[in-house]
């Protein structure tokens, strides 16, 4: 039986450093996080803030330069290969950015779900039906996954995911190609597959699922900040600020916190200034 304690899921002061020809990419800097079952995390923050390295990490898809990664209350961090492998067949479902590369492409939609249950073998998943009809896909099961729009395939790659009850879900940008209603439908399924206790954590940059979710992570040069709900993370803020006769202006505390590098790249759009923190390379 599974327990609470064996859907937990976490990082703690994990690092990861690409080494590419240009030098050392410093992608994850000591990230601290606990992923608790019957939840839905959500990680935001700008492209290139290490999202996707975070989640490969915690699906065994990357292995962390250092730190400790704890699944299911076992740490995997040294785990042999055929081990991530397993756990990743039986216990993880990956929902990939690009949904099309975990599809199989000559079977149908509801094929494509009948053979992701078979091959996880775990009988207290959804059926491939009621996993279609969740994701609003009935009317395409006989299409194959070329014959899918993008947003069709993402929503067919989460209904394969929810038919084998997984003890986490690790999705990557799951509503970034969809449609209000559908990117609704999405939410609405990883709500339904969280309420039974598995463990979800998607990276998002939009705004629907941030507000929906009522727990955001902000993960900018691969480090992790406070936690806020969705809600506050978009909240729009102003204060008042005095810019000096040169044209020094002095940043609230809460609106400097935004500059670590106290460096700005400076756009005027329609007649408003709008400041943005530099991409750093380190
Ligand atoms: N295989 C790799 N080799 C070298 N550098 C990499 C590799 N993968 C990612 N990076 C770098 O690591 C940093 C974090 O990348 P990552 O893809 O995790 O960010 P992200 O927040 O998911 O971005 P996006 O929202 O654009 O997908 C970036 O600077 C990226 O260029």
Redesign the pocket.
């Known amino acids: 039986m599974t327990t609470p304690e064996s859907r937990t899921a976490g990082l703690s002061n994990v690092v990861r450093i690409?080494?590419?020809v240009s030098g050392e990419?410093h992608?994850l800097r000591g990230v601290d996080v606990d992923f608790p079952p019957g939840g839905i995390t959500a990680i935001a923050?700008?492209?290139?803030?290490?999202?996707?390295?975070?989640l490969s990490i915690l699906a065994l898809r990357d292995r962390a330069s250092a730190g400790t990664v704890t699944l299911f209350g076992t740490d995997v961090t040294q785990a042999r290969a055929s081990v991530l492998k397993t756990l990743r067949r039986t216990s993880i479902a990956w929902v990939p950015?690009r949904p099309a590369h975990g599809l199989f492409p000559h079977l149908t939609a509801i094929e494509n779900l009948r053979q992701a249950s078979m091959i996880r073998g775990r009988p207290d998943g959804l059926e491939p039906e009621a996993a279609l009809d969740l994701l609003g896909l009935s009317h395409r099961a006989a299409a194959r996954p070329n014959r899918l729009s993008g947003g069709e395939q993402q929503r067919l790659a989460v209904a394969a995911a929810l038919t084998h009850a997984p003890a986490l879900v690790v999705a990557?940008?799951p509503t970034a190609e969809l449609d209000d209603d559908n990117a609704e439908r999405v939410l609405a399924a990883l709500t339904t597959v969280a309420a039974s206790g598995t463990t979800c954590v998607v990276?998002s940059?939009d705004p629907r699922a941030l507000r929906r979710l009522p727990r955001v992570l902000h993960?900018r040069h691969?480090v992790l900040s406070a936690e806020r709900s969705g809600a506050e993370l978009l909240e729009t803020r102003e204060a008042d600020a005095v810019i000096d006769s040169a044209g020094r202006l002095q940043l609230p505390p809460e609106a400097l916190a935004l500059f670590p590098g106290r460096r700005t790249r400076v756009r005027i759009v329609d007649g408003q200034v709008v400041l943005k923190a530099p991409e750093v390379?380190p």
Not at 45 to 54: A, D, F, I, Q, V
């Open positions: 690409y080494r590419a990419v992608a923050g700008p492209s290139g803030g290490g999202k996707s390295t975070l950015q990557d940008e990276s940059h993960l691969g390379n």
